[in-house]
């Protein structure tokens, strides 16, 4: 239940939990592998997490051409069967562009946007504005704002997602700032209007503390099960008992940081026999020392 | 002439010259404004410049779909009918795609291809040059490297552009670093095979003495009869009076800095009498201040 | 108690808890205002502060002369009385000015040194390792490892810091990096050779969860009572109680961000009575807007 | 001659030319080693440099005490004869400090000062103006601007400059920026009264062609008889004569962008026989490879 200016708003369930981002296989001809993705979704569901998230950074959004981005979002819901809700990347430089694709997404059954700002040269602070709201009142369904200063050439100021938090379908919000304190002056800001997930570069166990929902992020493709228990004694508020377990997990995390993220995930996912290749050209396949890093990580943690 | 790993290629004419940025006039179905950019393209040929170079930064390549793109670069052909080359910008983020780009643009009548790299994730050094040699050989006319660090979020490094600069078709750079030195570093480096283009970052005088074969710019394209004639007075080595031009030039450079490039010289092009329109949204329109300093500009050089 | 490399070293009190980092109040003749910091420092301890930080980054070290910083820890040390330990910045660009500012503050009855890389020209990872070495090796007091990338030129990596961590007396790190992660990075390389507290950059209650031992942070000074009370909860283990709490405090460190930091705490100090002045010019004393806005926190937290 | 505030202001000898930064040479106790720095400033004049600056970015003033600052003003002084104008670097954080330096500098009998600005916190544009300010109302002698964006934390914005540029003896500014086109809207805006240097960063020839007057840079120190011929060259205006000497000198600049400055200055004066040792600790010497880059450099343009 999340209140709008004034306005209650029943949503039938909220996002929350472990929403792995999914990975884009893709072969040689440009295809995507849609058997291998579908197994993937089905064996991540099968280990309870929460929800799929296609087209976000590990999935190569910013590499995928829109029939590509089309196809990988129909095989994912496809594939979820309605079992848990879709929630797909949107990322443009154009709010034309952003508009159809989120158009078209909800018409293939997403149950949610990722909305994510591509730009080349700086944008105004109305103009980041105006392209989520953009996005927002294009379709009915929630909106998860998607910000990291690490990759897009355009943050989110703290206003700005003030003034979003008031649309009332824009309802969480994914910060991959790294910075933990600025997701506490969020939390502060949009006094329930919005909640709030983890990224990688964030401790979940601490983002829950402070109050998030769970977290979006790459490496809960590779460490499913174990996601879904830290979650899970989390939820319990058993924090000391989470926080072992974070500790042991953050490896993955510290893995995570040093390679290319999309070459990390798919790299671990062909460990664990999921056939998904190589991140697409120019980018670099995982390193040889990338691989035993990835391996020595899963199976610590008891992924592999 | 362009000497490559010992064999002696001679090409008809080299680029050389004032080569305008075009901007990109798109109307608010998101179709491209022929007629605007045909009588943009015959008044730039008529005061004499050198050549005409759509989709680059100032030609919002990044807002653009790929059948904008494609229309275009068809316009711009058709307007300069053979009588300068045009050098479209291929951008894109895999290999695959800038290839097919490349060979679309050659296959249209391009006569030179003007090479971007957009990235997400940082690119290895090797995979830059992958991305460069593909295009390089997916096509056979000349190719112009560009690389802008203010806004691509993958910069070419001296040690990269000196292995590409052994490629036989590409035979240029434009560096939009703004550090003029650079350019020094890399002439001393290249050895000849590479010719150098000034970018609106530079002071053009001062690339042109160091030994460079023109610019292409932006603001070239709002003032494109005061800069063939400094062009034309580089030529002749007379350096003093073409600093002096140049400095009287240099404020459109100057505004052209502070403000959203696209949205510079379509205002310009406004004032000038060009129903360019303004830059897709969410970039913001030029702002009444930023029209009254281009206006006051363009009256100062004599080019209003 | 604190193992390093197989030698056990018993310590009688370990530094733990809150640290406020003290402003430098100096006046207009550049003396220090020896009694307005004792006033403090006395304050401080009889509302439970754990220990003093005189010249960290609240403290102006970088505007102060040396005849200055010698004052100040000795007016600290003096007021301390024994009650808390003193922990004093050694801050410099060389090894030799380094030491000689470590040994003079062990003399005067020092308990801790805060160690600070200043650099002008970027140094050597083996030059990082070297300066607190030697720092570590001219005094028989533990050292706090003290790390801001906002402010200092050099940051500590992560495999410095690990290299350091096996030298006997370097027991604490200071990270003020705002990445909460790489906290817990460091936590799982350093495997208890060393502990960490918190900056006012991240969220004292969550690096407590994490493992830290208390946080030292200029905060603090301007609300000691509410952050011992914090403290205290966070060490019974009540992390949701914990949490509420770091809430409505951590409205302090969102302001802090904002302004200079000396400026900040200068000015909370003056609201509350102590006549510090403004920082050392040409640094700007505290806007009317921030004197508001602190004023306002410091109400809401009930330290006004 | 230099034109201020309508005030005309005759000064016998206008700076100008090749004013080489000089190394400070220190042994291992911390002293001065004044023969051979009397020794280096004798060679350089009588090659024909136009001017001294100890404590600039490669002399270190960053890493020197101020009795030793005060030493090697005080050697350059006593070597130079009056001879060729001595312009020594002040550099605090603080202005009480730095109007101590520079006053201290007058009276040991400099002729101009180099400015530099230190900060640990931001500092305002009103903060940077009040301290240029202070310090040339300090002194009677003039000021020479300096700003290095790579290095120092705060820079110097344009709209500061010209603010700056109406005190009467601020009458030069050395822009280590790397930014040519910078200095030709330096050179417009100050209309004249400010003449400006060119740094290592910049190319000389091209900086001198825009109306600069000169440079100030480390590379002079171990090239000085090609620098002044580089510099008589482009006073006779032949500047194709210029850039054809100037791309060979460049060699020099780049190697000097690639290593610690103070080192790589220091390492090639050493293999010209000069005994001045490494930079203070912990920065690290030059090492193996840099030796015979910059050697290789010094027997190409003839200076070894």
Request: aromatic content about 8%; hydrophobic content about 45%; proline content about 5%.
């Amino acid at each position: 239940m999340s209140i709008k200016k004034g306005i209650l708003i029943v949503i039938k369930e909220n996002f929350h939990g472990v929403f792995p981002y999914l990975v884009s296989p893709i072969d040689t001809s440009g295809e995507v592998k849609c058997d291998v993705l579908e197994q993937l979704c089905e064996d991540l569901i099968s280990v309870g997490v929460h929800g799929l998230t296609p087209l976000g950074s590990t999935g190569e959004f910013a590499y995928l051409s829109w029939p590509q981005r089309q196809r990988i979002v129909e095989v994912v819901i496809k594939a979820a069967k309605g079992r848990v809700p879709v929630v797909a990347g949107v990322a443009s430089t154009t709010i034309t562009d952003a508009v159809t694709q989120a158009r078209t997404f909800e018409q293939l059954g997403c149950d949610g946007i990722l909305a994510i700002l591509e730009s080349y040269f700086p944008i105004s602070e109305d103009g980041v504005y105006a392209y989520f709201k953009a996005i927002a009142e294009a379709v009915s369904i929630p909106i998860v704002l998607y910000t990291n200063p690490s990759f897009q050439r355009s943050d989110l100021s703290i206003p700005v997602i003030e003034r979003l938090s008031h649309i009332s379908n824009i309802r969480y919000l994914k910060d991959a700032s790294s910075n933990t304190g600025r997701l506490l002056s969020i939390l502060n800001c949009v006094q329930g209007r919005m909640e709030i997930f983890a990224a990688s570069a964030h401790i979940p166990a601490c983002v829950m503390l402070l109050g998030g929902v769970g977290w979006m992020a790459g490496p809960a493709c590779i460490a499913p099960k174990q996601s879904v228990e830290l979650y899970e004694i989390c939820r319990q508020g058993a924090w000391e008992e989470a926080m072992k377990l974070q500790r042991s997990l953050w490896i993955l995390n510290q893995s995570f940081v040093k390679y290319n993220l999309a070459a990390c995930i798919k790299g671990g996912l062909e460990l664990q026999g999921y056939s998904v290749g190589s991140p697409l050209l120019p980018q670099s396949p995982l390193s040889p020392e990338g691989f035993l890093e990835i391996k020595r990580a899963l199976v610590t943690i008891g992924a592999l």
